[in-house]
């Protein structure tokens, strides 16, 4: 088997081949080509898309259907963006602080004039 | 059930903000704070609300300051709350325009502003001293 695998001519196939469609009647050939054609056609392209629809669908399991719902939801909306803000004014010095703490005096940003 | 839910949300809501308004005598301040704001003791309860209330955030702040910077904020608090609320407000203006100069910039300005103190505390000892000398 092995012996024989190495005798085989990938070229000697093709001329096989060729030679054998030749052969063929116009009928069959025509046959062939028309559905080479629909194949082609209908060959799916593998080509990654971006699409919304995925995530519309589950967006869509996750809105609040009913008012009690949606209340929750503004309820924990609004919790969070309390805390959201509470965090954001506790991580953030106040200029206040900044201008009572510097190293430089007080009057060199205060105009005692005004 | 519905306008229940939105009414006691819109009463939480007014609730929160009236506390967050209202005066606070210096005698209901937490101890933290009230070490914080000792320099203002005399004065507080004579502050507006809006003032007391932002004194009161400075505060949350002092905890967390090191020992030179708590120093500096006890001296400069009475002088701070003196202001008036126009010449506070140009003076954090000026504090946010001089954050944006870049580093090495600001500084040159604070060794400027150093040298000039320095030669401010010096001038009235040379200025009173050869009076006294005078006959």
Not at chain 1, 38 to 61: C, M, N, Y
Request: a positive charge.
């Amino acid at each position: 088997m092995k012996k024989y695998s190495q005798h085989i001519n990938h070229q000697h196939i093709a001329k096989l081949l060729s030679s054998s469609t030749d052969q063929l009647d116009d009928s069959v050939l025509s046959a062939l080509r028309q559905a080479h054609t629909v194949a082609l056609d209908k060959q799916r392209v593998a080509e990654p898309v971006f699409s919304l629809s995925t995530i519309g669908h589950r967006a869509h399991h996750l809105m609040p259907h009913s008012t009690h719902q949606w209340i929750a939801t503004s309820i924990i909306l609004a919790a969070i963006l309390i805390g959201a803000i509470g965090y954001w004014q506790d991580a953030q010095m106040p200029v206040d602080m900044e201008i009572l703490t510097d190293d430089l005096p007080i009057e060199v940003f205060v105009d005692q004039h005004e | 059930m519905n306008k229940l839910i939105v009414a006691m949300a819109v009463i939480c809501t007014l609730t929160a903000q009236t506390a967050a308004a209202a005066p606070e005598p210096w005698s209901a301040l937490p101890p933290a704070e009230r070490e914080a704001l000792a320099p203002l003791h005399p004065q507080w309860n004579s502050l507006p609300e809006k003032q007391q209330h932002n004194l009161r955030i400075l505060a949350q702040h002092y905890p967390k300051l090191k020992m030179d910077e708590k120093r500096r904020f006890q001296n400069r608090l009475v002088t701070w709350a003196q202001l008036t609320p126009a010449q506070r407000q140009a003076a954090r203006e000026k504090y946010r325009a001089f954050s944006q100069i870049p580093a090495e910039k600001r500084e040159q300005i604070k060794q400027m502003v150093k040298q000039n103190q320095a030669v401010k505390i010096q001038q009235p000892v040379s200025g009173v001293a050869p009076a006294a000398v005078q006959p």
